[in-house]
């Protein structure tokens, strides 16, 4: 079946460590995006990636990285710079042109204890 | 930049018709998603518009009108599992397939 896979669903991190999100997908898409949730609030852009070797910032990329060496794998890295970090991450993809529909993983909970 | 609104939380009964609306002012538009995200899961698709009227989907249709910024989700024959947050996502600008979205409707179901 094909889909994408984010891994582990719940991430607990101590403060000052760094931390990476995990998300593959088998769909073939270009494009391969992360969002942050918050309570109350709509999904924010970290990151996004609309072709291998190449991501551009999205609207909160501070105290975040990524890397996109394969098409399959965009997997995301919480930094210790990243003030407040315990949020919900999810990871979506799609082909990349005007209209089309992003699939999205079934998220990672980050806690900072 | 982009602005999307929707109003943040709605209550209905179950068989009621309930009514989510979303204006968005973008600098570019391409189409308009509607997502449905349940507590600590994925977004799952329920509908997209591109050009201006309204697609039924089952009990789930969605309307646009592009020179109003306004789009609505019209939820029929509502049942306690459609108890879930609804987002609304407008596509647009210089990035291709980057969704904009909304905070939300928590919509709840009662019996």
């Known amino acids: 079946d094909g889909g994408i896979t984010q891994s582990p669903k719940y991430l607990f991190r101590k403060e000052g460590q760094n931390v990476t999100l995990s998300c593959e997908q088998n769909?073939?898409?270009?494009?391969m995006y992360w969002y942050r949730q918050d309570p109350g609030q709509g999904l924010r852009l970290i990151y996004y990636s609309q072709i291998v070797n190449d991501f551009q910032k999205g609207d909160i990329a501070e105290g975040y990285s990524v890397s996109r060496e394969k098409k399959e794998s965009f997997p995301l890295t919480v930094t210790s710079a990243q003030k407040n970090p315990t949020a919900f991450y999810l990871c979506a993809s799609s082909i990349g042109q005007a209209n089309t529909e992003a699939f999205f993983g079934q998220g990672t909970r980050l806690t900072v204890v | 930049g982009q602005n999307i609104d929707q109003p943040t939380e709605m209550t209905a009964t179950e068989g009621a018709i309930v009514q989510i609306n979303c204006t968005y002012q973008?600098?570019?538009?391409?189409?308009l998603f509607w997502y449905q995200q349940h507590a600590g899961e994925a977004p799952t698709f329920l509908s997209y518009?591109?050009?201006?009227g309204l697609e039924e989907k089952g009990r789930f249709s969605s309307f646009l009108s592009r020179s109003k910024g306004y789009s609505y989700l019209l939820l029929k024959e509502l049942q306690m599992k459609d108890s879930a947050s609804y987002l609304c996502?407008?596509?647009?600008?210089?990035?291709?397939?980057?969704?904009?979205f909304g905070r939300g409707t928590q919509l709840t179901v009662w019996p």
């Open positions: 518009n591109v050009l201006d």
């Open positions: 996502a407008v596509t647009g600008g210089s990035t291709l397939g980057r969704l904009y």
């Open positions: 973008t600098s570019g538009f391409n189409g």
């Open positions: 769909l073939n898409h270009d494009a």
